[in-house]
T-cell receptor, first 112, second 111 residues
Framework: DGGITQSPKYLFRKEGQNVTLSCEQN?????MYWYRQDPGQGLRLIYY???????QKGDIAEGYSVSREKKESFPLTVTSAQKNPTAFYLC???????????FGPGTRLLVL | ELKVEQNPLFLSMQEGKNYTIYCNYS?????LYWYRQDPGKSLESLFV?????AVKQEGRLMASLDTKARLSTLHITAAVHDLSATYFC???????????FGTGTRLTIIP
């Protein structure tokens, strides 16, 4: 079945630690996105990529980094510079520019 | 900067009633989406609206777009409990991939 997978479902981060969230899609979509959702809030864009080996900052990129070495994969690293990382992280993809974005199941990140 | 406002933020309604959720946005846009989110879950795409006067319907949900008023509505007809969820609108910016999401409307349908 085609879809978007994210792992892990839950992730715990210690102080000063970098952690990486995985996002994989087999929809053959060109564009991929990372969003952060805080409790009771909407989604805010962290980074997005329209094509392999290229990505752009979203509205809240500070403390995060990404790579796009393969079309299917768009991992997000939450660095130690992100002081308030506790949130629900959602990955999405879309086929072409301005098409509907489809979302993965999400990763919940908690700080120990 | 594009801003998106939804209202109401919370809505509790009885089964069988009709109601409307509103989504206002601040600058010209070329597309608007409606999504549904169940508690602790991801977002599910409901509708995409691309032109002024566009209307889409699926079951008890109907979405419309008025680009001149910068307003979209999501109308719920004869609500049933299964429609309880948080509904988000998201508005696209001309010329790029970015979407700006509203804060969501948490809908609770009371039997």
């Amino acid at each position: 079945d085609g879809g978007i997978t994210q792992s892990p479902k839950y992730l715990f981060r210690k102080e000063g630690q970098n952690v990486t969230l995985s996002c994989e899609q087999n929809l053959n979509h060109d564009a991929m996105y990372w969003y952060r959702q805080d409790p009771g809030q909407g989604l805010r864009l962290i980074y997005y990529s329209q094509i392999v080996n290229d990505f752009q900052k979203g509205d809240i990129a500070e403390g995060y980094s990404v790579s796009r070495e393969k079309k299917e994969s768009f991992p997000l690293t939450v660095t130690s510079a992100q002081k308030n990382p506790t949130a629900f992280y959602l990955c999405a993809s879309s086929g072409q520019i301005q098409e509907t974005q489809y979302f993965g199941p999400g990763t919940r990140l908690l700080v120990l | 900067e594009l801003k998106v406002e939804q209202n109401p933020l919370f809505l509790s309604m009885q089964e069988g009633k009709n109601y409307t959720i509103y989504c206002n946005y601040s600058t010209t846009s070329d597309r608007l989406y409606w999504y549904r989110q169940d508690p602790g879950k991801s977002l599910e795409s409901l509708f995409v609206l691309l032109s002024n006067g566009a209307v889409k319907q699926e079951g008890r949900l109907m979405a419309s777009l008025d680009t001149k008023a910068r307003l979209s509505t999501l109308h719920i007809t004869a609500a049933v409990h299964d429609l309880s969820a948080t509904y988000f609108c998201a508005v696209g910016n001309f010329g790029n991939e970015k979407l700006t999401f509203g804060t969501g409307t948490r809908l609770t349908i009371i039997p």
